[in-house]
């Protein structure tokens, strides 16, 4: 299953399970019971909290894709070096050689944009998703703020 595929899925689960949820909170409500109220009104904010990280991860994913094609476009995306086993898993003295070149290119010249996304493929190729995440997030605010960067 693909990434994308699998975010579908999910989301159409959380929908789902947030619907469940709502309807679950009408009915605590309608007892009229403080503790059945309560717990009602926990019910509306728990599917709104689910919604909200949903959203922010379609806005991400989409960000994130639209500085891969204006990437790809300039012809600036990273090229896959990475030496694998035989198995397909990527080589974690690869990853790290590659990981310390783009974290030396991002130190060099920290307002472009271009250094920060391929510094956060190098992340999470080093299998560092969380920081890879953050460069990808420093990356689109960059690119949106308009910085002035240099071309690769």
């Known amino acids: 299953m693909t990434s994308r ?6 989301a159409g689960v959380l929908l789902l399970v947030s619907l469940i949820c709502i309807g679950e909170g009408v ?13 009602g009104a926990c019910a509306f904010v728990i599917p709104m909290i ?4 949903l959203a922010q991860t379609v806005r991400f994913g989409r960000a994130s894709e639209r500085l891969a094609r204006e990437l790809e476009a300039e012809g600036g995306l990273p ?3 990475l030496k694998r086993s ?3 898993r990527i080589d974690r003295a690869s990853a790290d050689a590659v990981f310390t070149r783009r974290k030396a290119e991002a130190e060099a010249a920290p ?5 920060f996304f391929r510094l956060a493929v190098a992340y999470a190729d080093a299998g ?10 420093h990356a689109i605010k960059l690119h949106d703020a308009g910085a002035p960067a240099a071309r690769p």
């Open 86 to 88: 035989s198995g397909g």
């Open 111 to 115: 307002a472009d944009w271009r250094n």
């Open 27 to 39: 009915q605590l409500v309608a007892t009229g019971k403080p503790l059945g109220v309560g717990i």
């Open 50 to 53: 689910g919604v909200w990280f």
């Open 128 to 137: 560092d998703v969380p920081r890879a995440r953050k460069a990808m997030q």
């Open 79 to 81: 090229v896959d070096e």
């Open 5 to 10: 595929t699998g975010f579908f899925v999910l």
